[in-house]
């Protein structure tokens, strides 16, 4: 990722997606928001940290405390129930709410003793995102959350992360190569060959369940 300046990708409480088409550093510039990697130029800082000079075990730490990460194909462990996925989390973290509380945000309630090979697709990224926000995270980030879904089940995770959002205002990036998904948001950030193209406020967004792709 080339970074030639400091750049503010998400306020408190916002929702951005970074749209943008594959190879275009979506997937980089949120490693790099999540303390995974370092840029090779610029400046990365979280609240009063500046990450680009973090050592190792800070970036740990901000990590653990304070970011929470959901990835395309869920990573879930196939020998534990839903519950149990979310509390691996619960159990690390310095303020989690509990496995149930992260289910029934995102409305899985009925299915917290199920297994993941007993779970659609949609059900397992809601559990992965539920195991991502039971910490209570400052930061949420969403590598193509829809990316592996059909239209519909990509609707109702996207409603998902928009409550999680909307109540535990957690700063959201969601990257995704679908422009319907940027109506959603508070905020646009377009990529292209590994820098920023363009940033866009949308004047008011729209609720997931009138997307269409």
């Not at 000079?53 to 990460?69: K, Q, S």
């Amino acid at each position: 990722m080339r970074c030639a300046e400091s750049i503010s990708v998400s306020s408190r409480g916002e929702f951005v997606v970074l749209l943008g088409p594959s190879g275009s550093g979506k997937s980089t510039l949120l490693n790099i928001l999540g303390g995974l990697d370092v840029p090779t130029s610029g400046d990365v800082s979280y609240r009063d940290h500046l990450l680009t000079r973090a050592t190792e075990a800070e970036l740990t730490r901000y990590r653990r405390e304070h970011v929470g990460f959901v990835f395309q194909f869920y990573n879930l462990i196939p020998s534990l129930t839903a519950r149990e996925n979310v509390a691996l989390v619960t159990d690390i973290a310095e303020r989690p709410m509990t496995p149930e509380a992260a289910l029934a945000m995102v409305g899985l309630t009925e299915r917290l003793d199920h297994f993941p090979a007993q779970l659609s697709g949609g059900e397992q990224q809601r559990v992965a995102i539920a195991r991502a926000i039971a910490k209570c995270p400052d930061v949420l980030l969403s590598d193509e959350p829809t990316g592996a879904l059909d239209v519909t089940t990509g609707i109702v995770v996207l409603e998902a992360l928009a409550r999680v959002n909307r109540e535990l205002r957690s700063s959201t990036v969601v990257i995704t190569h679908n422009a319907a998904i940027a109506a959603m948001a508070d905020r646009v950030v377009r990529l292209g060959d590994g820098r920023v193209t363009s940033e866009q406020v949308n004047a008011s967004k729209v609720d997931p369940r009138t997307l269409a792709w």
